[in-house]
């Protein structure tokens, strides 16, 4: 059974850093591509940023480009994604997510919530 | 960037109806396009790929079609535990980017 269960989210003071894990299991992780999709609350989804299964290709949205990073440890089937420069705007609930063929996301976490306010 | 453009962005509708939501692309994405169904509390769930491929496990009264810019989902039968929200997402290229959302009410 596919699990992705993600970690790190809370309280973060704006200009701050939060780093967001998320642990994977039930599939070969180093294989897939995997993604980071966050909803600000009560609104819609925002995909945010997506990672080759080797790690050597990254992608990021417009409005975290610069601030946000995203990697994987293969050998720890885990993702994380490091916000810094924390804004207002960034605070949303942040799914973990694995990415089907080239960009369906068909297995995703329960959310970490990240708060930015001072 | 591709922007995706959901109507209605709400409907109401009786158990047993037949639901049609649309999802108009701002540029031609082929059929890279899912559709996913959100409950509140809950992670969002794929439907529907490519366009009109059904997701392993989902209810055969779900369908999609489309492609190019307009596409379409369909609830061929309306059932209680479909009152959620569904948001569209093109595929076609980075950034990846999703519908503003169609919440299906209860009439």
Redesign the interface.
């Given at each position: 059974e596919v699990q992705l269960v993600e970690s790190g989210g809370g309280l973060g003071q704006p200009g701050g850093s939060l780093r967001l894990s998320c642990a994977a299991s039930g599939f070969t992780f180093s294989s897939n591509l995997m993604?980071w999709v966050r909803q600000a609350p009560g609104k819609?989804?925002?995909?945010v940023s997506?990672i080759s299964g080797s790690g050597v290709s990254t992608?990021?949205?417009?409005s975290v480009k610069g601030r946000f990073t995203i990697s994987r440890d293969n050998s720890k089937n885990t993702l994380y994604l490091q916000i810094n420069s924390l804004r207002a705007e960034d605070t949303a609930l942040y799914?973990c997510a694995n990415v089907?063929?080239?960009?369906?996301?068909?297995y995703?976490?329960?959310?970490t919530l990240v708060t930015v306010s001072s | 960037d591709i922007q995706m453009t959901q109507s209605p962005s709400s409907v109401s509708a009786s158990v047993g109806d037949r639901v049609t939501i649309t999802c108009r692309a701002s540029q031609g994405i082929s059929t890279w396009l899912a559709w996913y169904q959100q409950k509140p509390g809950k992670a969002p769930k794929l439907l529907i790929y490519a366009a009109s491929s059904l997701q392993s496990g989902v209810p055969s009264r779900f369908s999609g079609s489309g492609s190019g810019t307009d596409f379409t989902l369909t609830i061929s039968s309306l059932q209680p535990e479909d009152f959620a929200t569904y948001f569209c997402q093109q595929a076609n290229s980075f950034p990846l980017t999703f519908g503003g959302g169609t919440k299906v009410e209860i009439k």
């Open positions: 993604s819609g989804l925002e995909w997506a992608f990021y949205a417009d799914y089907k063929g080239e960009g369906y996301f068909d995703w976490g329960q959310g | -």
